[in-house]
């Protein structure tokens, strides 16, 4: 596993990104990963599983209809390596894009099955967040989450489809990722708000 330094990546981030709101997706799902290596056993990689979070995005806001597809050239062009140019087009798997092809890089490693599952979980624990009176994962209950995931008219671009599919090949219940993953968010959050901050001034 070769690895990118991490301003490097957060600069090549936004070279591609400008809308604050990915910014700070890219940010949360980073901390997630990096979360998520330190509780499965290899913090040892946490870094390198925060910059497959930070980086899969990468394509997205400058080429939505070719989203998991541009990412690869982008990503070679800055000398990314070939295992993370890996991990962020698996994120996409089985998904079909605005083009019309459908992503076939599937996730392999424990690594890739994580942000698979995680990624679109962590936009639906957010805009849960922000319907709460604080604006904050830290108070939010597992119950509270549950209920909002189970209503298909709230955070309809998430798709559940794809949260549950990640569970699977992750070979967890639905609940196991549901809790990890706000555990994940909730310790996290006020690094990212503090990032954003400095980023905006």
């Known amino acids: 596993m070769e690895h990118v330094a991490r301003k490097d990546a957060f600069e090549l981030l936004k070279k591609y990104n400008k809308d604050p709101f990915h910014i700070q997706h890219a940010l949360t799902v980073e901390a997630v990963m990096k979360w998520y290596a330190n509780e499965l056993g290899y913090a040892e990689d946490a870094e390198y599983w925060g910059i497959a979070g930070l980086l899969h995005d990468i394509d997205f806001e400058l080429h939505p209809e070719e989203y998991c597809l541009k990412a690869p050239e982008l990503l070679r062009e800055a000398g990314i390596s070939e295992d993370l140019i890996h991990a962020v087009c698996s994120h996409g798997y089985g998904i079909t894009v605005g083009c019309g092809k459908m992503i076939d890089v599937e ?3 424990e690594m890739e099955k994580v942000l698979f599952a995680a990624d679109e979980l962590t936009g639906l624990i957010w805009a849960a967040a922000l319907m709460r009176p ?17 209503s298909k008219g709230f955070a309809a671009g998430c798709s559940r489809e794809v949260i549950e ?4 090949q992750l070979g967890w219940e639905l609940e196991k990722l549901l809790t990890m993953t706000l555990q994940a968010m909730a310790a996290s959050e006020d690094t990212i708000r503090a990032e954003m901050e400095e980023e905006q001034e």
């Open 165 to 168: 599919r990640g569970a699977k």
């Open 134 to 150: 604080s604006k904050s994962t830290k108070d939010m209950e597992l119950k509270s989450l549950k209920k909002k995931y189970k």
């Open 107 to 109: 996730p392999v490693h």
